[in-house]
């Protein structure tokens, strides 16, 4: 039986630990988690280890079956996050996906990347191409043609109209919203409710309706 590592812990890492107990191809060991005490188990009901820090996984990356989930999640720190992320080179093949039994997405007529979740209800349309450690949340819906590039976060009940371009490690907020043929440069904050109408630039924290910059991120 493959085993998974989860790199997080409450929240993003429970709700991917939570999928994986529906997948009877896999067992989740636990967490990697570089704050809380290996020992400490996170969740209220169904408790998950932590088991060790990011500075283990070269030993666990020894076994092939083991593969990883990375539940990181930037808010407002999202170059910082995905530099890290880069850093642990975890090999692609050893992603593990965690997508819901309701996610909806058309087989065959998209493309779902490595080490991706999809959770309750989120939808993927035609043509879209959703890259590897990208997250769509409970209700959440990318349009047809659009395009997620790594680390994309979308949150729950967001939509991403089609024929968008959302960058590397964008965070879209619940309840936002991106209007067509739109472009979210890299590492950008969508806040929460936000209604996209214009090209977002890069490292750029908007809120709104209709969205304005609120300020631009200094560079990590």
Do not use: W
Not at 85 to 102: D, G, K, Q, W
Not at 155 to 180: D, F, L
Request: hydrophobic letters at 45%; proline letters at 4%.
């Amino acid at each position: 039986m493959k085993k998974l590592i989860i790199l997080g812990g409450s929240g993003i890492g429970m709700s991917v630990a939570a999928i994986a107990t529906q997948d009877l191809t896999i067992e989740t060991l636990g967490f990697l988690n570089d704050i809380l005490p290996i020992g400490y188990k996170v969740g209220k009901f169904t408790r998950v280890p932590v088991i060790g820090t990011t500075d283990d996984i070269n030993r666990y990356l020894k076994d092939e079956d083991t593969f990883f989930f990375i539940a990181y999640v930037g808010m407002q720190h999202e170059e910082e996050v995905y530099k890290k992320i880069e850093s642990l080179n975890i090999p692609t093949n050893r992603y593990y996906s965690a997508i819901h039994p309701t996610a909806v997405y058309p087989k065959g007529f998209c493309s779902i990347g490595n080490g991706v979740l999809l959770t309750a209800l989120s939808q993927v349309g035609v043509d879209a191409v959703i890259s590897d450690n990208c997250m769509l949340l409970a209700n959440s819906y990318v349009g047809h043609d659009s395009f997620l590039d790594r680390f994309a976060h979308i949150a729950t009940n967001a939509v991403v109209g089609a024929n968008v371009h959302v960058g590397k490690a964008v965070h879209v907020g619940s309840n936002a919203t991106i209007r067509e043929k739109i472009t979210i440069g890299d590492f950008s904050l969508i806040g929460a409710g936000a209604v996209v109408i214009e090209d977002v630039p890069p490292n750029s924290i908007v809120v709104g309706n209709p969205a304005r910059v609120l300020r631009t991120k200094k560079n990590v």
